[in-house]
């Protein structure tokens, strides 16, 4: 069963096709990225995913079902930019929350201190909002949206904002509750990080779809053609068309993509003969260098 | 329901706890004291310094009787002192002066000029003969000193003619005994405590409070979804409820914030709701009985309901106070106009004119409040406009409703009219 099924969903804003017949489902229990760069459409498809804005053509299906509003019950939403009462204290906001989505006011403060205390912001819980640092408010936010145990948790860009040592915490409890069973849905334009997490991609650039499936599956589409170079010297290998396709190129360190049926024994050669060779490592491509790619071929 | 009522009472404490809350509070009654009865006592209060001034006549006997009739004027016949306060009347030292050669009235200019006096009243034979006499003083602009002096004269004028056709002393002061109008309203058939001039000073103020409370919380609720707006909390808050519910969260609570300051008011206000007050030295009773105070209330709430789904609508379309400012005029504009025909209203309350100012919607809130305070017009009248006020206010909450729902989601630009419209159009 799908958590979430959209049909050719379309919305647009004036002349402006936000969204145009995108297609996509989301398996119960799995961790579903929407990626694509800004502007790509992704907040204006999951606005039409949990009734903010109503599609103006196709159908959106929650927990098998037509959409309704108290599907949302179930839901959790983390928003992009985080979205707070500021001169509320943080419980009192939180018991707020927690009774918008239907539970009483003792048990959402129950919970909240709950969440509070594993997320380490125990201690700031009769602050004011305004008080608390981006990265707690973010924090706040994430607790705000978990309060009610929904099954299908909503994250837009749920690591901005975040030191590396919160964004493993905020990662290890999402993944935790994914192994309860609850399904997640990413949206990024940042691919390192989600690539370890998701399990399937949806990847929309100007409103639609423009690749789709499990990593797995698209990983392997592109097949292992990419090289990582360490490398200290000269760079005039990257110039051979005969091998290199495109590459990224960090100083001393560089990205290559094979021309298609281009022998990489070849270009370790060509490496070693300008250069003094680091590492030489024959990879997957990652999540970026096909974003990259698929992104750069669709606007050409 | 229940998400309404948890908007409206997060609105509500919110309010109440911030501090502009308990300043408005305290402030808004101190300020309109300030404007009204303050400005009176104070003019009183600064003739605390002697003021001398000198009448050039030729007729002795006429200065006298200016002077006696001026220094009983002008005030103090009529006002007797504000309670509580030492204030006296005007002080003045009034000379009579018989040569009224042209040196002489140089030497008055001259002493006028280095302060010896403060002003004199040229007033020789002739001039008294063509009805034209001059006063000179280092200010021009005390209306009070000149209305009183004129009357004297006149006054004293009179009492030389009629001396001069024989009259007693006693059968003069008896003709110019002033007469005194005492104005009272009927009410249901009933003659009212409250007098004329009481009325008028009673519906103004109550009027210009429901004037500021009405626009100040109309604004706020404008102010406080821009404020949400900014901070994005509402992609939050639009997955858990709808912007309908939003909206009327925020409208209803920003309305129990203003009917408990109206309370808060109304306690502090009642036991001096009986006083008498004196203003431009005349004293009257405010007239704050209860149904005065019920629909004040009711006035507010349907006033305040009309022109808050419109700033609601507004706060959501724009992005910033600014973008505002331009548009916040357009919704001002009927409350501007109700002041602005507030004393014809006030004074004519039967009119054509009132009337029908007071069935618009937009102006009902201010105008039929008025006419109720000062005339209670025919009941159908007041229920028409009541009927006329709640149909506008569901539709515009319906109208901007519309516009709130997609404003709230929109940033960056600022929309132009007819993009708002084409808002109320989707789906």
């Known amino acids: 069963m799908h958590t979430v099924e959209l049909q050719q969903v379309r919305k647009s804003y004036d002349k402006f096709i936000a969204v145009n017949d995108l297609s996509l489902n989301i398996a119960r229990g799995s961790i579903f990225g929407l990626l694509g760069p800004n502007g790509a459409g992704k907040t204006s498809t999951i606005r039409m995913m949990i009734g903010i804005t109503v599609p103006d053509s196709g159908e959106v299906r929650m927990f098998g079902e037509p959409f309704r509003r108290d599907h949302l019950k179930r839901v959790g939403y983390l928003p992009e930019t985080s979205g707070l009462y500021k001169r509320m204290k943080v419980s009192e906001q939180l018991i707020l929350f927690g009774q918008l989505r239907g539970l009483s006011a003792t048990d959402a403060a129950a919970r909240g201190k709950k969440w509070c205390e594993r997320m380490e912001i125990g201690s700031w819980m009769d602050k004011k909002t305004e008080e608390l640092s981006k990265g707690m408010q973010q924090k706040m936010q994430f607790i705000a949206t978990l309060l009610h145990d929904p099954e299908f948790l909503i994250m837009d860009e749920p690591f901005s904002g975040l030191d590396p040592v919160n964004a493993t915490l905020l990662k290890d409890v999402l993944l935790e509750l994914n192994k309860e069973g609850r399904t997640i849905l990413f949206s990024t334009h940042r691919m390192d990080q989600v690539e370890k997490l998701c399990s399937s991609i949806c990847l929309i650039n100007r409103g639609e779809a423009v690749l789709q499936g499990t990593l797995k599956e698209i990983k392997g589409r592109y097949g292992r053609n990419n090289v990582q170079i360490e490398y200290e010297g000269a760079d005039d290998f990257l110039h051979e068309n005969g091998l290199v396709q495109s590459f990224n190129n960090y100083g001393n360190y560089v990205e290559v993509r094979m021309a298609p049926g281009a022998d990489s024994q070849k270009l370790l050669q060509m490496v070693a003969r300008g250069s003094r060779i680091n590492k030489f490592e024959l990879v997957e491509p990652s999540l970026e260098d096909i974003f990259i790619d698929t992104v750069g071929k669709t606007d050409a | ?427």
């Open chain 2, 1 to 427: 329901m229940h998400n309404i009522f948890l908007f409206a009472r997060r609105e509500y404490l919110e309010t109440v706890r911030k501090k502009s809350f308990i300043v408005m509070t305290i402030l808004l009654p101190a300020l309109m004291f300030g404007f009204t009865v303050l400005p009176s006592m104070m003019a009183s209060k600064k003739s605390g310094e002697m003021q001398h001034l000198v009448i050039a006549t030729s007729d002795q006997q006429f200065g006298n009787d200016v002077r006696d009739k001026f220094m009983e004027t002008p005030a103090e016949g009529k006002t007797p002192p504000i309670r509580g306060s030492d204030n006296a009347s005007r002080r003045f030292d009034v000379q009579i002066d018989t040569n009224v050669s042209q040196q002489e009235q140089d030497a008055l200019t001259q002493k006028v000029n280095v302060h010896d006096i403060d002003g004199y009243l040229w007033a020789p034979a002739d001039n008294l003969a063509q009805r034209k006499l001059s006063f000179r003083a280092r200010t021009s602009s005390d209306f009070e000193t000149q209305g009183a002096l004129s009357s004297a004269v006149r006054e004293a004028l009179l009492r030389q003619s009629m001396r001069k056709h024989g009259a007693s002393a006693d059968e003069i002061t008896a003709a110019l005994k002033p007469v005194d109008i005492d104005t009272k309203k009927i009410e249901n058939g009933k003659v009212s405590e409250s007098g004329g001039l009481a009325m008028f000073f009673t519906a103004l103020l109550l009027m210009i409070m429901l004037y500021v409370t009405i626009l100040m919380y109309s604004m706020s609720v404008m102010r406080s979804v821009l404020e949400e707006k900014n901070s994005r909390i509402f992609e939050v808050l639009l997955s858990a409820a709808t912007p309908k519910q939003l909206m009327a969260g925020k409208i209803l609570g920003a309305a129990a914030v203003g009917l408990t300051q109206i309370a808060l008011w109304t306690v502090a206000a009642s036991p001096f709701a009986a006083q008498s007050i004196s203003m431009y030295g005349e004293q009257f009773h405010l007239n704050l009985s209860v149904a005065n105070m019920i629909f004040f209330a009711v006035f507010f709430i349907l006033g305040f309901l009309l022109y808050s789904a419109l700033a609601a609508a507004l706060g959501s379309a724009v992005n910033s106070e600014q973008e505002a400012q331009q548009f916040q005029f357009v919704i001002m504009m009927p409350l501007i106009v109700s002041v602005i025909f507030m004393t014809p209203v006030i004074q004519q309350p039967h009119s054509t004119l009132a009337t029908v100012l007071s069935l618009i919607p937009f102006c009902a809130p201010l105008l039929m409040y008025t006419r109720i305070l000062v005339e209670t017009p025919p009941a159908w009248q007041i229920a028409l406009s009541l009927v006329l006020l709640v149909g506008t206010i569901y539709a515009m909450l319906a109208i901007c409703s519309r516009i709130y729902r997609i404003g709230i989601l929109m940033y960056g630009k600022r929309p132009t009219l007819p993009e708002i419209v084409k808002w109320m159009k989707y789906a």
